[in-house]
């Protein structure tokens, strides 16, 4: 199993440009997330997927927009980059979110929006 | 104040040392995460606890529910466990986790 898995590792954006960031679970999770992680700060909810066709905001949702594809895939929008979405952004699923199942994480992807 | 507060925030360390990380938080809350993150930036989860100790390998996590307290234990520590240490929770009957700040250790050889 591959795990959680994240393209691109690395992207340099110009201010106004847009981008997708992908996300590709193998291990049959309900729960998709999507972190964000700056310097000095702790991992930050932006959007996440309890399940398959549900989304809901997360604690910094703005500027962002996501999509559940399906059960494994799990995508992160910004749709006209800013300087202060420069940042490593963690994508992570878990089986059953209620229950407080154990999140796995992707790799990350470091994003600098110039 | 943040409802997740661990300390220290630095810690260095010689190896061998007993190193203890800890994690005070202000909410009810239905599970505790431990997660460590490298230097090349992955994140793994250590624990998920909601009550009593777990153990693996050289580390051990304690949590007391009533004082809202956990540690991180790291026995014989080695340099491979430079890492940094965060501690997340789980809030009763929210749908997400909140994170400490994290502490990045480094065990000196």
Redesign the interface.
């Known amino acids: 199993n591959a795990g959680v898995t994240q393209t691109p590792k690395f992207q340099v954006l110009k201010t106004g440009q847009s981008m997708t960031l992908q996300c590709a679970q193998d291990m049959n999770h309900n729960s998709m ?1 999507w972190y964000r992680q700056d310097p ?6 932006i959007y ?1 997927s ?1 399940s398959e066709g549900t989304t ?1 905001k ?2 910094v949702p703005n500027g962002y927009n996501v999509s559940r594809l399906n059960k494994r895939e799990f995508s992160l929008r910004l749709e006209s980059a800013a300087p202060s979405q420069t940042s ?1 952004y ?1 994508c ?1 699923s878990t089986f059953n ?2 229950l ?6 992707g ?2 992807t ?1 994003l600098t929006v110039t | 104040k ?1 409802e ?1 507060e661990q300390s220290p925030q630095n810690l260095t360390a010689q190896e061998g040392e007993f190193i203890t990380i800890n994690c005070s938080y202000s909410v009810g809350i ?2 505790l ?1 431990w ?1 460590q993150q490298h230097p090349g ?5 250590l624990f ?1 606890l ?1 009550s009593g100790k777990k153990k693996h390998g050289r580390l051990i996590a304690t949590i007391n529910i009533q004082e809202k307290h956990s540690s991180l234990h790291i026995t014989a520590s080695h340099p491979r466990d430079s890492a940094v240490y ?1 501690c ?1 929770v ?1 809030i009763q009957g929210a ?8 502490t990045r250790l480094t065990i000196n050889p």
């Open positions: 997330y000095g700060m702790g991992l930050r909810l996440y309890a809901d997360g604690e490593v963690f992570a979110r209620l407080g199942y154990e999140q796995y994480f790799p990350g470091r | 943040n997740v239905s599970a995460h997660l930036g992955g994140i793994v989860s998920m909601s965060i997340a789980r749908q997400k986790l909140v994170f400490g700040q994290g």
